[in-house]
């Protein structure tokens, strides 16, 4: 078979970090190729060096059997390189059409031939079987219609090699399914492709070889069908995770938060949630089932005052705080750990000890007398959050963009239990991380738990959903349909609900 992509030797080192250690790795053209590894490993940093995007310190690489000298992504996408990258780059108040052809630089944008541009897409789409409604704007489409105008996107450019890093974090099951599909066409078209997971179920079902790295080296490749699941994770972080024992403790009667009869209408009269009344107690563990767009993600923004409620209470340990504001919730005692780390939790280009303080300049511990912040306490506590999350990072002062992605959820989950909180609402809180780190938190969300913790847990992973929770409630089309018990359901049935397909 020939090679599609050399890597070799290739070596990048950044402050404090040795992020890629003499790393080589080859793939075969028209393969499915996965990268796995814990967080921090170094997956993104090659996909970057391999994408034009970071310059190595030393090593080189091959494309198609000739040396490649890249110095940005423009060089890359010549030499038939394309990636999608997981926080998506496309304009919202344009079509699919104008994003596809959008930095294209053919002829001027306003006389370009708009027909011609079509007529050329849609042979792309109609070669690789992908298919999107091209005037539809970007706004109106789903996650997964979004990461597939991506694709189109760079296939359109001539990509016969396609990375993809961590794309299914943000999908939904359907979603995985689908892009499954249409990878596995892509590859009985000849194109190779690069795809990073944590996923290692996943893995094993689309990828042909898959390579392991570990603390910046690359360990080992192994062929899919000579490895098993438990084998992958024994590689990636060394050692087998342990399953974790049954609960022991119980819920208490304690209702900490009790949702009365929700509704929200949006301005175009659509109803978004209808009529959600549940319960979290004390010690207790609320899943929340819904495939994206069936109003669980607003119900739980209402919670905590970023979405508008037109009727209905939300009672926090006693008292209705509707008509309090966003920090005033946050400052009672609720915490929020959002769906998107970079967008809502943190601030990229300040450092972690800051990303602390954010939000909580006004509690005691921070707070000085003359109106600035206790910096102190502050680089305290995030010591405290990189010891006990073991966060790979050099220092309390390395800014968050510095760390690997799964290093700042991991961040983001410790900043909001160290508080001790009466209430915290996860959304997607294991996302993007590796299955050593996501054993740690379950573990630190059960222990929380125990201790009195009451959480809401917005999932879609259903093995969480069902491992963590002590009951599940299922949204479709704005309403709760159904609660269960997670120790009895098993994810095809919850999947079941979750789809309507079972009432
Ligand atoms: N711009 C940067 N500046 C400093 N250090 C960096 C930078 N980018 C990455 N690193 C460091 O390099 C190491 C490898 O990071 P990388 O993002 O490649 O990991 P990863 O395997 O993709 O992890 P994850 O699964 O969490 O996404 C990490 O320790 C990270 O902190
Ligand atoms: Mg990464």
Known sequence: M??????????????????????SISVNSGSIHAIVGENGAGKSTLMKIL??????????????ESNANMSSPKDAINLGIGMVHQHF?????????????????KPLLKNIK????????????????????????IDELSVGEKQRVEIIKVL????????????????????VKELFKNLKELKDKGVTILFISHKLDEVLEIADEISVMRSGQMIDTVMNNNVSKIQLAEMMIGKSLPTPPPRITSSEDEEVLSINNLSSIDEDGRTVFKNITFKVHKSEILGIAGVEGNGQKEVVESIIGIHPLDTGEVVFRGEDI???????????????????????????????????????????????????????????????IISSFEVKTPSTNTLATALSGGNQQKFVVGRE???????????????????GAQSLIWEKLR????????????????EELIGLSDRIIVFYQGKLVKELDADKVSPEDLGGYMTGLKK
């Open 2 to 23: 020939n090679l599609a992509i050399e890597i070799e030797n290739i070596t990048k080192t950044y402050p404090g970090v040795l992020a890629n250690s003499d790393v």
């Open 51 to 64: 994408y034009g995007m970071i310059k190595p310190d030393s090593g080189s690489i091959q494309i198609f």
């Open 89 to 105: 780059m496309l304009a919202k108040n344009l079509t699919v059409l104008e994003n596809i052809i959008l930095g294209i630089d």
């Open 114 to 137: 708009l027909s011609k541009y079509k007529s050329e897409i849609k042979k792309v789409m109609d070669l690789y079987s992908l298919n999107i409604n091209l005037n539809q704007y």
């Open 156 to 175: 359109y450019r001539g990509a016969k090699i396609l990375i993809l890093d961590e794309p299914t974090a943000v999908l939904v099951p359907q979603e």
């Open 322 to 384: 509707k008509k309090q504001s966003t920090r005033e919730r946050l400052e009672s005692g609720i915490s929020f750990i959002p769906e998107d780390r970079q967008l809502q939790a943190m601030i990229m280009d300040m450092n972690l000890t800051n990303n602390v303080i954010i939000g909580r300049q006004n509690i005691e511990k921070y707070k000085s007398s003359l109106g600035t912040v206790k910096t102190r306490n502050a680089a305290k506590e995030s010591e405290k």
């Open 417 to 435: 239990l160290e508080d001790n909180p009466s209430l915290l609402i996860a959304s997607q809180p294991t996302r993007g991380i590796d299955i």
């Open 447 to 462: 222990n929380s738990r125990d201790e009195g913790l009451s959480v809401l847990l917005i999932s879609a992973d259903l």
